[in-house]
């Protein structure tokens, strides 16, 4: 049996999308550990850079010196034009048949990428997501007010939209490169939102999804990019998921 998840393994190509904004702090760790924790494994970088005027980019280039351009790929944009058009704009440029998205900030550690290939192989499943809320998850480094928003708003949006998995809000996931293409294709919405319409509507579609337990991290450099505006975002696409799906 492992000898032959080792076969697949080999023959499977998995595409890591990174979206990027003032990330120059973290980009060259996380890039590190990519490459620690998957020494086995095909796959390729694919850095989306909203125009970041830390020199992000400049980062990621010499990134490439070290590591070879074949495995580190910039896709960079003008400027700051959301994370759901980050991912389509990093798929259009992706190899591997399939994909993973994750955040640069180290919220989403690395090591738990051979958990997401070893559960995909195990259970063929379309979708495999990190999960903070089942037993071996959890967040570090919140206080408790952005503990109970985070929760209540997973409770609220499991009440209301019965998505079939525990963690709606998480943005680290595994998937078919053929299932992200045809969910990213039936979403609407940008932004943070964007995350919990994808696993809404590949529910709906009937995916078959599997979760493995995290641990995620609040950003150890940098300022975090959820706000105010980001909560108000979030109930109305929660609304708008109630009625459109």
């Given at each position: 049996?492992?000898?032959?998840?080792?076969?697949?393994?080999?023959?499977?190509?998995?595409?890591?999308?990174?979206?990027?904004?003032?990330?120059?702090?973290?980009?060259?760790?996380?890039?590190?550990?990519?490459?620690?924790?998957?020494?086995e494994v095909d796959f390729?970088?694919?850095?989306?850079?909203?125009?970041?005027?830390?020199?992000?980019?400049?980062?990621?280039?010499?990134?490439?010196?070290?590591?070879?351009?074949?495995?580190?790929?910039?896709?960079?944009?003008?400027?700051?034009?959301?994370?759901?058009?980050?991912?389509?704009?990093?798929?259009?440029?992706?190899?591997?048949?399939?994909?993973?998205?994750?955040?640069?900030?180290?919220?989403?550690?690395?090591?738990?990428?051979?958990?997401?290939?070893?559960?995909?192989?195990?259970?063929?499943?379309?979708?495999?997501?990190?999960?903070?809320?089942?037993?071996?998850?959890?967040?570090?480094?919140?206080?408790?007010?952005?503990?109970?928003?985070?929760?209540?708003?997973?409770?609220?949006?499991?009440?209301?939209?019965?998505?079939?998995?525990?963690?709606?809000?998480?943005?680290?996931?595994?998937?078919?490169?053929?299932?992200?293409?045809?969910?990213?294709?039936?979403?609407?919405?940008?932004?943070?939102?964007?995350?919990?319409?994808?696993?809404?509507?590949?529910?709906?579609?009937?995916?078959?999804?599997?979760?493995?337990?995290?641990?995620?991290?609040d950003r150890v450099y940098?300022?975090?990019?959820?706000?105010?505006?980001?909560?108000?975002?979030?109930?109305?696409?929660?609304?708008?998921?109630?009625?459109?799906?």
């Open positions: 049996m492992e000898e032959e998840q080792q076969k697949k393994k080999k023959k499977n190509k998995y595409s890591i999308i990174v979206p990027t904004y003032n990330e120059r702090l973290n980009i060259a760790l996380i890039v590190y550990l990519i490459f620690k924790h998957l020494r390729e970088i694919i850095v989306v850079d909203d125009g970041s005027p830390d020199g992000t980019q400049d980062i990621v280039k010499q990134l490439q010196q070290v590591y070879g351009e074949d495995r580190i790929l910039l896709r960079a944009r003008p400027r700051k034009l959301g994370l759901g058009t980050a991912y389509s704009h990093g798929l259009k440029h992706a190899s591997g048949n399939f994909v993973v998205i994750m955040d640069a900030d180290l919220s989403h550690h690395p090591k738990y990428l051979p958990s997401f290939i070893r559960k995909q192989m195990e259970t063929g499943a379309s979708i495999v997501t990190g999960t903070r809320y089942v037993t071996g998850g959890g967040v570090h480094g919140w206080n408790l007010m952005r503990k109970l928003t985070s929760r209540g708003a997973n409770v609220l949006a499991q009440t209301l939209l019965w998505p079939g998995v525990s963690d709606l809000t998480g943005s680290f996931r595994l998937y078919r490169r053929s299932v992200l293409e045809d969910v990213i294709n039936s979403c609407v919405s940008k932004g943070y939102v964007f995350q919990m319409e994808m696993i809404v509507r590949a529910s709906r579609k009937g995916y078959h999804i599997e979760e493995v337990p995290i641990t995620f991290v940098g300022s975090s990019k959820l706000g105010g505006s980001e909560i108000v975002e979030y109930l109305k696409g929660l609304a708008y998921l109630l009625v459109a799906t």
